[in-house]
C-alpha cells in the first residue's frame, strides 16, 4: 500500500498523498531541539550509503545522458520510479545526494547520538569534527559540480576519490578499529590515526 501511495504521488505530481486527513489548526509554536532518532550506524547506513553510490556513479555515468529505460518500464522501486521527474533525476539526483552527504555531516554533529555498540558518537574530539566538515566541503564540491550539469570524467573520478577519502578518514579511525564493533567511536581504540 505503501508502494501504491508513492505510485500516486508521483502520477499526480503531488507532495502529498495518501489520503491522509487534513492537519487541523497549527499548533503554537514550540521549541525545537534537534534530537537524535537513531545510532549513527543507522544514519550513516541511511544516509551518506546510499548519496554518495549515487555520487560514485557519475565516475563512469555522466548523469546528463537520458536513462536508457524503456518508456512505461514499471520495474523497480520507487525512489528508482521517481527518476522519471526530472528533480528526481540525472544531475539533480547528484546534487540532492551532495545535499544529503553535507546535511549528514550537521546530522552527525548533534549531542547524544550513541553508536551501534552504545558509545556515544565522538563529536566532541577535535578530529571527528573536522572530518565532519571536510565530509560537508567535499559534498558542497560535488554540489557546484552538479549545479552546472556538465560532465567531465576527470572531475568526477578526482570528487569521487576525494568524497571517498574523506568517508575514509574519519572511518580510519573510529569505524575500522581493533576489536569489531565493541571499540567502535572510542578516542583511542584504533592503532593509528588517518591524517
Ligand atoms: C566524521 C566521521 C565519519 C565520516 C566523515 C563518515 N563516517 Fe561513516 N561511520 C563513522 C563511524 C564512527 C561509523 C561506525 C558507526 C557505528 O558503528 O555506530 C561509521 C559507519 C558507517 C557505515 C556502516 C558500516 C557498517 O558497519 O555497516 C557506513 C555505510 C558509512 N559509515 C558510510 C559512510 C560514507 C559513505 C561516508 C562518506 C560519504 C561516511 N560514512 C563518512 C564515521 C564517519
Not at 1 to 26: D, H, Q, T, W, Y
Request: include cysteine; charge should be neutral; proline fraction near 8%.
Amino acid at each position: 500500500m505503501k508502494r501504491l501511495c508513492g505510485l500516486i504521488a508521483v502520477a499526480a505530481f503531488v507532495a502529498v498523498g495518501c489520503n491522509k486527513a487534513p492537519e487541523s489548526a497549527a499548533p503554537a509554536a514550540a521549541a525545537f531541539t534537534p534530537t537524535p532518532h537513531g545510532t549513527l550506524l543507522q544514519v550513516m547506513r541511511g544516509i551518506p550509503f546510499p548519496a554518495s553510490n549515487i555520487i560514485f556513479d557519475i565516475q563512469s555515468n555522466d548523469p546528463g545522458k537520458p536513462p536508457a529505460e524503456k518508456k512505461g518500464d514499471t520495474s523497480g522501486n520507487a525512489t528508482q520510479q521517481y527518476g522519471a521527474i526530472a528533480a528526481y533525476a540525472g544531475w539533480n539526483a547528484v546534487e540532492n545526494a551532495a545535499v544529503a552527504i553535507q546535511e549528514t555531516a550537521n546530522l552527525i554533529m548533534i549531542p547524544g547520538r550513541k553508536c551501534g555498540n552504545g558509545q556515544p558518537v565522538p563529536n566532541d574530539q577535535e578530529d571527528f569534527k573536522k572530518w565532519a566538515s571536510e565530509l560537508a566541503s567535499v559534498a558542497g564540491e560535488v554540489q557546484k559540480f552538479a549545479a552546472a550539469k556538465t560532465y567531465n570524467e576527470d572531475t568526477a573520478l578526482d570528487l569521487s576519490g576525494k568524497l571517498s577519502d574523506a568517508c575514509l578518514n574519519c572511518h580510519m579511525k573510529y569505524r575500522e578499529t581493533p576489536k569489531q564493533p565493541d571499540d567502535r567511536c572510542m578516542v583511542g581504540a584504533a592503532p593509528a590515526a588517518a591524517k
